[in-house]
């Protein structure tokens, strides 16, 4: 399975420092959403993109986190000065256009501040 | 706003035992319901969806699961389980329309596989 590729798989960062979180999705995929998962929790919706563009960015924290989806390359979630409070696993996944088919996982980027 | 609610946080079976997760979704129109398992330190795998049709689900490893509207709820089920089965398992529900497939995910039941 040519999945949802993610990387890194693990990141540490200390507090104030930028994380950049990437996700590579299943050829053809032209969607991608970010999920993040606190310990002992499900997951939780962030953003959905679409090449060029966020579609739905509601469960975006509005300071310090941005997503993008460029033309060409992966998808790139960004946590600006870090706080202890980031340290999650970070979930991407994809789905084709138009076929609502239950979206693929990748394995996550587990983000640790120290 | 769509919720859902997976009462168990933590269930233990025995090996070969049957299983049965509960799950309940609070959603205004036609859900998506889905189910996804999660073995440590992974990623999640589809184990199977319900769209339309058949209200029972037939998905990978032997699951199955059961749409109640009535009852709100896509209950998870296997008659026997395998030790290789202990994760965790999330239900999650998705909008009912083409082109945004933003999922609500359930906190998640726990299953340990005894002996």
Redesign the interface.
């Known amino acids: 399975n040519a999945g949802?590729m993610q990387n890194p798989r693990h990141l540490v960062r200390r507090r104030g420092q930028e994380a950049r979180l990437r996700c590579s999705p299943v050829k053809g995929h032209s969607?991608v959403?970010w999920?993040r998962q606190l310990p002992e929790?499900?997951?939780?919706?962030m953003v959905?993109l679409q090449k060029e563009n966020i579609?739905?960015e509601s469960g975006m924290p509005k300071e310090r986190f941005s997503a993008e989806f460029p033309k060409e390359g992966p998808s790139i979630l960004r946590i600006q000065q870090v706080v202890r409070g980031d340290s999650a696993a970070y979930?991407c996944?994809s789905?084709p256009?138009?076929?609502?088919?239950?979206?693929?996982?990748?394995?996550?980027t587990?983000l640790t501040v120290v | 706003a769509q919720s859902v609610t997976q009462p168990d946080i933590h269930i233990t079976v025995s090996e070969g035992a049957s299983l049965e997760l509960r799950c309940n979704y609070s959603y205004g129109a036609t859900p998506?319901l889905?189910w996804?398992v999660q073995s440590p330190?992974?990623?999640?795998?589809?184990l199977l969806?319900y769209?339309s049709g058949d209200t029972l689900v037939q998905g990978i490893k032997g699951f199955e699961a059961e749409f109640k509207r009535s009852q709100s709820s896509f209950n998870l089920r296997k008659p026997s389980v395998h030790w290789s089965d202990a994760a965790e398992y999330?239900c999650?529900v998705?909008l009912s329309n083409?082109?945004?497939?933003?999922?609500?995910?359930?906190?998640?039941t726990r299953l340990t596989i005894i002996p």
Not at chain 1, 41 to 45: I, M, Q
Not at chain 2, 41 to 46: I, R, S, W
Not at chain 2, 98 to 108: I, W
């Open positions: 949802v969607h959403y999920y929790e499900g997951l939780k919706f959905y579609i739905d979930f996944a789905s256009p138009k076929r609502p088919g239950g979206a693929f996982f990748g394995q996550g587990r | 998506y889905f996804y330190g992974q990623g999640l795998q589809l969806k769209f999330f999650a998705g083409f082109g945004n497939e933003k999922l609500t995910f359930g906190t998640g």
